[in-house]
């Protein structure tokens, strides 16, 4: 099996192997790029806050996230693969311990645990089989792994969700943004999920558009909300019961 080898993954692609043979996938990752622009001139015009390198690494991974899942949609081949989901869970891992450490303020020790526990989650999700019969359409119409992988990103949602609530519970800014980033990832999901379920439903002048352009869009504004959760309030240092006890700068509270 070859790295050169043609992977043929998604409605609008079908079994054509052509550079262009899926123009909405490719160009709608331009969407990664516009919000790691975005944050990044976000982060540009926080310049009290200090060099912040958590935000910038994000930032820039987002942007590689674009990059990969263009070359991806336009040679769709195995190495192509790799380029699209490597930086996507670099992303993952590098969020979460950004997360527990910086948001939540945890021990380093739970953060390690937390991290770990992600792995495990999102390992034990990969490996999660479907039956492909007539009892679930949307099962039965799926291509390559279960449901098309999105149960491989469950782990994401849930945390996510979990993160959010947390925060949430204690009055931290930056709250809303993430639970607002897991409810848009679900509607991401989703529509990654029923590509090929709705693929005919989905066809425009004699070719299928399915909906995975749309999963493009959806997780770029996921992305770029959790990357404002950590520009805008990464620096603060809630009390216990919430409030906030200033901003750090340089590593020290004014």
């Known amino acids: ?27 709608t990752n331009g969407a990664f790029l516009i919000a790691a622009v975005a944050a990044a001139v976000e982060l540009s015009r926080r310049r009290g806050d200090g060099w912040r390198i958590g935000p910038w690494l994000l930032t820039l991974l987002v942007f590689v996230i674009g990059v990969g899942s263009f070359l991806f949609h336009t040679y769709a081949t195995r190495w192509a693969a790799i380029a699209d989901v490597a930086p996507i869970g670099i992303f993952m891992l590098g969020y979460m311990g950004y997360a527990l450490a910086v948001l939540l303020r945890l021990h380093w020790s739970l953060v390690v645990i937390g991290v770990l526990g992600f792995v495990a989650a999102l390992y034990g999700a990969g490996e999660i089989q479907c039956q492909r019969t007539g009892l679930l359409s949307i099962t039965a119409a799926a291509r390559g792994p279960c449901l098309n992988g999105s149960p491989g990103y469950l782990p994401a949602l849930g945390a996510m969700i979990l993160i959010g609530a947390a925060l949430l519970a204690m009055r931290h800014k930056a709250g809303p943004y993430v639970l607002a980033a897991g409810g848009v990832f679900l509607v991401s999901l989703t529509l990654r999920t029923v590509d090929w379920e709705i693929c005919e439903l989905t066809r425009f002048a004699g070719r299928t558009l399915g909906t ?43």
Not at 8 to 27: K, V
Not at 226 to 253: F, M
């Open 212 to 254: 995975h352009f749309l999963w493009h869009v959806f997780n770029a504004t996921t992305l770029y909300l959790l990357l404002l959760a950590a520009i805008r309030h990464g620096v603060s240092r809630p009390r216990v019961d919430g409030a906030s006890t200033g901003r750090l700068a340089g590593g020290r509270a004014t």
């Open 1 to 27: 099996m070859s790295m050169s080898d043609k992977v043929f993954r998604y409605c609008e692609r079908g079994g054509d192997p052509a550079f262009w043979a899926e123009p909405l996938n490719a160009i």
